[in-house]
């Protein structure tokens, strides 16, 4: 089976940055997207950022672009999101997702198929 785990997650000050990785197993393809979600308390989950492997082409939702950066690295089998510049409403569950499919599933920030556990990113002073 798909299984994601992510790890990074953590306490961090305002303007101080966290890693978050994603590995992924029991997934072989060259035809996929891995995204990032958040979900804060009493909010929606949202988009945060994705990758598509067709094309390389990345996407990042407003309030995080030039701060936010996704990456992968596929001897390792795992998916990246740097995030600096840290802000109090980063503060949310993060998930990473991955799908079969092309890059349309990024543009949109449709729900994928296989989620991991979440990992907590909390930023307060």
């Known amino acids: 089976q798909v299984q994601l785990v992510e790890s990074g997650g953590g306490l961090v000050q305002p303007g101080g940055s966290l890693r978050l990785s994603c590995e992924a197993s029991?997934?072989?393809?060259?035809?996929?997207?891995i995204g990032w979600f958040r979900q804060a308390p009493g909010k929606e989950r949202e988009g945060v950022s994705c990758?598509?492997?067709?094309?390389?082409?990345?996407y990042y939702t407003d309030s995080v672009k030039g701060r936010f950066t996704i990456s992968s690295d596929n001897a390792k089998n795992t998916v990246y999101l740097q995030m600096n510049s840290l802000k109090p409403e980063d503060t949310a569950v993060y998930y990473c997702?991955?799908?079969?499919?092309?890059?349309?599933?990024?543009?949109?920030?449709?729900?994928?198929?296989?989620w991991g556990q979440g990992t907590q990113v909390t930023v307060s002073s």
């Open positions: 997702a991955t799908s079969l499919g092309g890059s349309s599933y990024c543009e949109e920030f449709l729900p994928l198929d296989y």
């Open positions: 029991g997934f072989s393809s060259d035809y996929y997207v």
């Open positions: 990758i598509s492997s067709s094309d390389g082409n990345t």
